[in-house]
């Protein structure tokens, strides 16, 4: 993956096919602690501890277990490069949580990349699925709430609609993607 | 805070008014980007966007834009499967922007399937 914005992609695609209604994700940069965290959190089917300890294996995974593939694995790969680790809650039929941390000056960390066009890939995907999210790059915070967002639509149109698409995208112009 | 504006959503409400928008129940066409790991690390989400800027571009209203998982056939993403309705549905392999564009214009709007970028056309000829 070219940037950490192609791997919350691929993990929250990961969560929808868990079965999860809802999917929070939140990057927060914190530049005291030269501390950048990606938090994500679904409502899914979840683990049990068995399958929690196989998450970041990747060839642990079997048809059976197809909630993770390489996803976990490579977001590891990509925190722990950047002097950072990845920690996963999770509890079966409640849903899984998973943190990924990374230090922010570290020279292999990779680029944020475009969240928004992930944010907008997530939901013209899962158009019947809620995102919650929330960044705070660069003194810029960014929130988008798909509940919110369908509420005010009031059913005049759909949440994957261009026009709506579009205005997602456009809260993201001036954000970070270094 | 940047966030979505009441007012933006109910200018958007309104310049839809009248319209009728096919995107709320029926469609025409139906572009399925794959999106597994191995898609993504191959380029879907630029494909999916690509897509969304020809639809935008163009006006459609009946032309739906989603995502799948793995189709299983890795080396070959970024891939999509293009379902016409009436039609068989073409799995197109190796994409990317520039061919992305060509099958929009070629195929979703104009009918005809680019038999350059799909996986395979018929199956096998004794020639």
């Keep these: 993956m070219e940037d950490l914005s192609l791997h919350v992609l691929d993990v929250v695609e990961n969560a929808t096919r868990a079965g999860a209604t809802l999917i929070e994700i939140e990057i927060r940069e914190d530049k005291s602690k030269d501390l950048l965290q990606i938090a994500i959190r679904d409502n899914g089917r979840g683990m049990d501890t068995h399958m929690l300890k196989r998450a970041t294996d990747p060839f642990a995974t079997t048809r059976t277990t197809r909630r993770v593939g390489l996803g976990l694995p490579l977001l590891e790969q990509a925190a722990k490069e950047a002097g950072g680790h990845l920690l996963i809650e999770s509890e079966p039929k409640r849903g899984t949580r998973v943190l990924a941390t990374f230090q922010m000056s570290h020279v292999d960390r990779r680029p944020v990349g475009d969240m928004g066009a992930t944010l907008t890939t997530l939901i013209m995907g899962n158009p019947d699925r809620d995102f919650v999210y929330f960044s705070n790059l660069g003194k810029e915070e960014i929130e988008v709430d798909t509940r919110s967002i369908r509420r005010e639509l009031d059913g005049s149109l759909r949440i994957d609609d261009p026009a709506v698409i579009s205005l997602i995208k456009e809260l993201f112009k001036n954000s970070p993607r270094n | ?127």
């Design chain 2, 1 to 127: 805070m940047a966030k979505l504006k009441v007012e933006d959503l109910k200018r958007i409400k309104e310049s839809m008014k009248g319209t009728v928008n096919l995107r709320q129940g029926d469609y025409r066409v139906k572009v399925i980007v794959h999106m597994g790991t191995c898609g993504i690390a191959a380029g879907a989400r630029t494909i999916m966007n690509t897509f969304l800027d020809k639809v935008k571009e163009s006006g459609a209203t009946d032309i739906i834009l989603t995502s799948s998982g793995c189709a299983g056939l890795c080396n070959h993403e970024p891939m999509i499967t293009l379902e016409v309705k009436g039609s068989a549905p073409v799995k197109y392999v190796k994409l990317d922007p520039e061919k992305a564009g060509r099958i929009f214009d070629e195929h979703v709007v104009g009918g005809n399937p680019v038999a350059d970028y799909a996986l395979s056309v018929g199956s096998e000829t004794t020639y």
